[in-house]
């Protein structure tokens, strides 16, 4: 009976028959904070806990909110909680041990390594993993997990990096520069991979190339978030509004500007003086088609930059200049792609009045100078597309060639002034863009042919010869590379093979005049 | 079997070794080290510190120097302080004098202050301490949050407050003294933060008002002043190459670390890449921190890094690194090589994440149990609201920012070294759950071994004494003296049958504080030094004499064996 009675007692209490206390964690600086909207979700949180303690989706949720808003310590018991009503859920447990790492490494382990068996494709919880077993110096297991990230996230270069982190720190400098390599190759601009780089190179002597990572190792990182697609959970949480800009960052970053537009409408106001936040509606606006509010935002940036005192305390007049170029720059493409091409050469003039000369180049504070050169490059090869959109060829091939001074690598910027060149007849002066582009993209076929064109005009009949056909290779129905080839080939004497060529340019064009008239005279003519 | 062996022995056998195994039993349970502030004569009475107004300068709280300022052989302290916060005004200036306290015959310390006339009223920060006239007493540079002040030391008790070129009205932290050029005379390296602004406010991701992260405000520019050798310093930071990088310095120690001879200059700097300004033998420096593998940890990313412990933890000669972080980072451990490539160990070395919680300032190497292995002791306390702890009572307003302190045993390993967390067994120095700043370490009682000092953020001052070592164990403090002042940069071996120690003459380590600068070694049951090597500053070296444990000995720059 007594028993009876016991697991009575047991099972009210388990199903939340019975008044209970239940011990809700709370941050311990809530009087600090002033915000209704998020008190308000902490106490909507906190009393879907009290209505349904047994529930796990509601105490994860509730650390969601707290962790959302930089509160890590009272979130760690939500989730903790979450994992032991709901043991094989398989976020809770996560949260809980990527939470745990950073204090209790050990137990982090525990959680992650469990989680893991209801999960064991998830790439950021083999990371976590990882990186608690390598706080702990066990090295071997890091790896393993290390391995294991890598395979099934191939593209997230933090599996590299940090197998060459352990690389290095087993001296084993060799595997660490492959590695490290991979981890580049994967993001170039990852500053953590060019500071390792830069003590592989030195370990192995070369000073130049650790001088090279060391100099790209000094600007931060870029795009190096982890890719974890459950941090949006805990995102959606958020109600304050550093969590509304950073939600719309991220819908930027994947491309979804319409949401990211939503996310950053709550911010925006009269009192919002925050450029960066200016800047990214800005762009969600434009590449939303939604012309005039982005016009309409960016001017209100710029206004907010050449007038209010407090924006402009805050940045270096370096900084607000090239901020203003950027601007500028946006404005530019936002008249360009409502056909009001004037304004847009305007707006591109204004955004290149605020590059610094040459000889103050030197500092520009957190910006790589090579994007700082990058910008401004394509500043000028945007002046030049207007230019050329209106007929000012000459114009727009002064500034397809500022750009390339700029930035003499880039491919687009060949291409253009190669076509803008070809536009003016001045083969000669194309020649070079376009073999600059075949070099890097062998599968252009515009640059080869009218390449293969102008070696044609130059009497180079093989080096012709041998571009037209890499363009039938690439488009075998390119009826002018055929055309093209046969004339080659009859300029050279070789009258069977032009044959050849210009009877496979009627097979796709049958009754073409000329080709039929070529062809006449290379039969009378044998 | 066993037990019958056992019981055979005779009773008065068993007397004694349950005897010695209570002695290791009370040995092992005595606290390491013990507080005696208030023991040694240091007020209590400090009023209640008023809560912050969320102004960076207030967080990053003061530094203390334990030096021997009146040449009587006892070490003095120097307590670094600053205005508490005033009602809600952000940095209301309310006067708080430096204060110098003077040991005394019988150990105890007493104010001083007013008769040394040393007791300057700015918002104070660190200290360096050197004698840069060569005149065998130790001057006083003062950084502080506005300008800077220096202090010569007149040689009878008292100190002159002097304008000798050291001008520097940024934000000053940590600063040290060092010889940079090897011309004989100090010269003088002060790390800023930045470049604040007391109108900024910020905001966590709850909205709730904080202290502001310094990333929000522009770095500042170093200093480094060349002494002229005529008692005046002429501000070298353009030439030297130091402006062309700015920072948010908090630690800089100087010292040789690319085995080239000649003083570099290493800074913490907070949130972003450490400088090593490697000297180039021309007067000018390069800064190469990622090329010696300083400027970040193992991961290559940056840390908010605040004071610096220097020590050779693996008896390789070459000087290791360790530097305290944020909470969430590692403190982080730089082990040199020979090649001058510093590798972060931290988590080979046996830390095991238990110090990720808190957030690091004051650290150090000390061999507090003379056992010939390095320790480490480091001071934490917050400088954003975090929970608030068990045991926390500093105040309403700071028990948000309130942690406990840490310290690790050092030990050999079949690997190499690691450290064990014995903060248990320090309870006086661990327990209290306060928010501490600046940390000194020196031999205040004159007994071998190497005790502490503290300073909190509401500018109280905690003494510990060490406790720890077991009478077997030996011990060592060797004076290297150039140009009759301490050889601060010089590198301080001893050679003995079974191994080789090293230590480094320096002051200015640790965060915002001076350290005493004779180098003290702690040596096991190892009773005889075969010899004693001093590698100096000027990059000669000599040899010395050896000589028997327990005492402490100078070495004159020429008066050894050069080899």
Not at chain 2, 50 to 75: C, K, M, Q, R, W
Not at chain 2, 404 to 411: E, I, K, R, T, V
């Amino acid at each position: 009976m007594k028993q009876a009675l016991y697991l009575l007692l047991i099972l009210t209490n388990s199903f939340g028959f019975a008044e209970r206390n239940i011990d809700i964690p709370e941050p311990a600086d809530l009087d600090f904070v002033e915000e209704k909207i998020l008190l308000e979700a902490i106490k909507t949180a906190q009393e879907a806990v009290r209505n349904s303690p047994d529930d796990a989706e509601v105490w994860g949720q509730l650390g969601h909110v707290y962790l959302s808003h930089g509160w890590e310590v009272p979130a760690i018991p939500c989730y903790r909680r979450a994992s032991l009503l709901a043991p094989d859920e398989f976020g809770w447990l996560y949260f809980l041990g990527r939470l745990t790492k950073q204090r209790q490494p050990k137990e982090a382990v525990k959680h992650l390594t469990r989680a893991l068996t209801l999960n064991s494709e998830y790439a950021p919880a083999h990371l976590y993993l990882a990186s608690a077993l390598r706080i702990l110096g066990k090295l071997d297991a890091a790896e393993h997990h290390l391995q294991l990230a890598k395979d099934f996230q191939p593209e997230n270069p933090f599996s590299e990096l940090w197998l060459g982190e352990i690389a290095l720190a087993r001296r084993q400098v060799k595997l660490a520069r492959t590695h490290l390599e991979r981890a580049l190759h994967l993001n170039p601009r990852q500053s953590e991979a060019h500071v390792l780089m830069a003590q592989v190179a030195t370990a192995l002597g070369d000073k130049q190339a650790a001088k090279r990572h060391a100099q790209a190792a000094r600007y931060p990182s870029q795009y190096s978030e982890l890719a974890d697609p459950l941090w949006w959970d805990v995102l959606q949480a958020g109600v304050t509004a550093p969590l509304y800009a950073e939600r719309g960052r991220r819908y930027m970053s994947e491309g979804d500007y319409t949401r990211a537009v939503v996310e950053f409408e709550t911010l925006i106001s009269d009192a919002q003086k925050d450029i960066k936040v200016w800047f990214d509606y800005s762009i969600s606006l434009l590449y939303t088609a939604r012309h005039p509010e982005a016009l309409s935002a960016l001017k209100h940036l710029l206004s907010l930059l050449d007038k209010d005192i407090e924006v402009q305390k805050e940045r270096s007049p370096d900084e607000s200049a090239y901020l203003k170029a950027q601007a500028h720059n946006y404005i530019a493409q936002i008249y360009y792609e409502t056909g009001q091409t004037a304004a847009a050469i305007r707006a591109c003039r204004m955004a290149l009045q605020f590059r610094k000369n040459k000889t103050d180049n030197e500092s520009h504070g957190q910006l790589n100078p090579s994007d700082y050169d990058a910008f401004f490059s394509n500043v000028h090869a945007n002046l030049a597309t207007v230019y050329e959109s209106t007929g000012q060829l000459e114009a727009a091939i002064q500034h397809y060639q500022e750009a390339l001074e700029l930035v003499p690598s880039k491919l687009s910027v060949h291409r253009d002034l190669a076509g803008a060149y070809w536009k003016k007849q001045r083969y000669t002066a194309a020649e070079p863009h376009y073999r600059q582009v075949i070099m890097h993209d062998t599968t252009d076929v515009q640059a080869i042919y009218r390449l293969g064109l102008i070696s044609l005009t130059k009497k180079n009949h093989l080096e012709a010869i041998s571009l037209f056909k890499k363009v039938i290779a690439i488009e075998a129905t390119h009826v002018r590379a055929y055309g093209a080839l046969g004339v080659a080939y009859q300029e050279l004497g070789n009258i069977p093979e032009a044959i050849g060529a210009f009877e496979r340019v009627l097979e796709l064009e049958p009754g073409n005049r000329i080709v039929l008239d070529k062809l006449r005279e290379l039969h009378e003519s044998k | 079997m066993t037990l019958t062996m056992f019981t055979k022995l005779p009773a008065i056998t068993l007397t004694v070794v349950i005897g010695l195994l209570w002695a290791a039993h009370a040995e092992t349970n005595k606290p390491l080290f013990t507080e005696v502030t208030a023991a040694l004569g240091f007020s209590e009475t400090e009023a209640a510190w008023p809560a912050g107004t969320h102004a960076l300068p207030e967080v990053i709280g003061s530094g203390v120097a334990l030096f021997d300022y009146n040449n009587d052989g006892a070490l003095d302290i120097l307590h670094i302080r600053f205005s508490p916060p005033d009602g809600g005004e952000p940095l209301a200036v309310a006067p708080a004098p430096n204060q110098l306290f003077q040991q005394q015959p019988d150990g105890t310390f007493v104010d001083v202050t007013e008769i040394a006339g040393i007791g300057h009223e700015g918002y104070g920060q660190g200290v360096a301490i050197g004698d840069v006239d060569n005149d065998g007493d130790v001057d006083v540079y003062v950084t502080n949050y506005g300008t800077d002040v220096f202090y010569r030391n007149n040689g009878d008790g008292t100190f002159a407050l002097k304008e000798v070129g050291l001008s520097n009205e940024a934000w000053g932290t940590s600063a040290t003294f060092g010889d940079y050029d090897r011309d004989g005379d100090l010269d003088l390296y002060v790390a800023n933060y930045v470049q604040f602004d007391p109108e900024m406010v910020c905001r966590g991701k709850h909205s709730a008002i904080d202290y502001c992260n310094p990333k929000v405000f522009e770095p500042a520019t170093d200093r480094l002043f060349r002494n002229n050798g005529d008692g005046f310093f002429t501000d070298v930071t353009a030439q030297a190459g130091i402006a062309a990088m700015p920072g948010r310095g908090l630690g800089v120690v100087c010292l040789d670390l690319t085995g080239d001879g000649w003083a570099d200059f290493f800074v913490a700097n907070d949130g972003e890449a450490n400088h090593l300004w490697v000297n180039q033998t021309d007067g000018t420096f390069a800064e190469e921190a990622i090329l010696h593998g300083l400027a970040f940890n193992a991961y290559g990313q940056p840390e908010g890094s605040m004071g610096i412990g220097v020590g050779d933890i693996n008896d390789d000669t070459l000087p290791d690194l360790f530097a305290t972080h944020l909470s969430g980072e590692t403190n982080t451990l730089y082990i040199a090589s020979n090649h001058s490539v510093f590798t972060d160990m931290t988590e080979i070395a046996g830390f095991a994440g238990r110090d990720l919680r808190w957030t690091g300032f004051g650290c150090g190497f000390l061999d507090f149990d003379n056992d010939g292995y390095l320790d480490i002791a480091l001071v934490n306390g917050r400088v954003k609201r975090g929970e608030i702890l068990d045991g926390a009572d500093v105040g309403e307003f700071w028990n948000f920012y309130a942690e406990p302190n840490l310290l690790f045993q050092g030990s050999r390993t079949a690997s190499g070294f690691a450290f064990s967390d014995v903060s248990s067994r320090a309870p006086d120095f661990t327990a209290p759950i306060e928010v501490s700043r600046g940390m000194a370490f020196g031999d205040i009682d004159r007994d071998g071994d190497v005790d502490m000092v503290v300073s909190n953020l509401d500018n109280r001052l905690r003494v510990f004494r060490n406790d720890a070592p077991p009478h077997q164990h030996h011990w060592l403090f060797v004076q290297a003296i150039t140009q009759n002042r301490n050889a601060l940069g010089a590198q301080v071996t001893l050679q003995t049958e079974s191994l080789t120690l090293t230590g480094y003459v320096l002051s200015g380590t640790s965060y915002l504080s001076s350290s005493e600068p004779s180098v003290h070694f702690g040596l096991g049951t190892i009773d005889k030094i075969q010899a004693i090597d001093v590698h100096w500053q000027d990059g000669s070296r000599e040899r010395f004499p050896g000589t028997t444990a327990n005492r402490r000995v100078k070495v004159h720059q020429g008066k050894g064996r050069a080899f």
